[in-house]
Nanobody, 129 residues
Framework: QFEIVESGGGLVQPGGSLRLACTASGFSLETFAIIWFRQAPGKEREGVSCISSSGASTKNADSVSGRFTSSRDNAKNTVYLQMNSLEPEDTGVYYC??????????????????????WGKGTLVTVSS
C-alpha cells in the first residue's frame, strides 16, 4: 500500500517554529519532488514549498519566503518543512504531495495540484496566542 503521512503539526504562538515531516511507506520518495500545500479555513488550497527529488533545488511561495525551508533525507524516506517566524495567517491544514518527476523546482508550478501523484491526509497547524 502506497501511503504518505504528515506529522509535526500543532498549536504554536506567533513568532514560534514548527517542523513538519512527510514520510512515505510502500514506495521510495527518491524520484519524487515534494510540494507542501496548505489550506486555511475558508480559503483555497495553495502550494507553499517545493523540494526536488534530489534536494538540489527548492522554491517557496512569496507568502512564506525567508521563513519556511524544505529539506529531505532520502535515506529515511522523509521530507521536512521547517517553519519559522510563524504568523496567524499560516494557520491551516498542511499537506504533503509527491510528484513523480526529476525536474527542478524552478520548473514546477507550486499550485499545480492536478500533477501530484500521491497526497497525505494533512496535519493541522494553528498559530495563535
Amino acid at each position: 500500500q502506497f501511503e504518505i503521512v504528515e506529522s509535526g503539526g500543532g498549536l504554536v504562538q506567533p513568532g514560534g517554529s514548527l517542523r513538519l515531516a512527510c514520510t512515505a511507506s510502500g514506495f521510495s520518495l527518491e524520484t519524487f519532488a515534494i510540494i507542501w500545500f496548505r489550506q486555511a479555513p475558508g480559503k483555497e488550497r495553495e502550494g507553499v514549498s517545493c523540494i526536488s527529488s534530489s534536494g538540489a533545488s527548492t522554491k517557496n511561495a512569496d507568502s512564506v519566503s525567508g521563513r519556511f525551508t524544505s529539506s529531505r533525507d532520502n535515506a529515511k524516506n522523509t521530507v521536512y518543512l521547517q517553519m519559522n517566524s510563524l504568523e496567524p495567517e499560516d494557520t491551516g491544514v498542511y499537506y504533503c504531495a509527491a510528484r513523480g518527476t526529476l525536474m527542478g523546482c524552478p520548473r514546477i508550478k507550486l499550485g499545480d495540484s492536478d500533477a501530484m501523484n500521491y497526497w497525505g491526509k494533512g496535519t493541522l497547524v494553528t498559530v495563535s496566542s
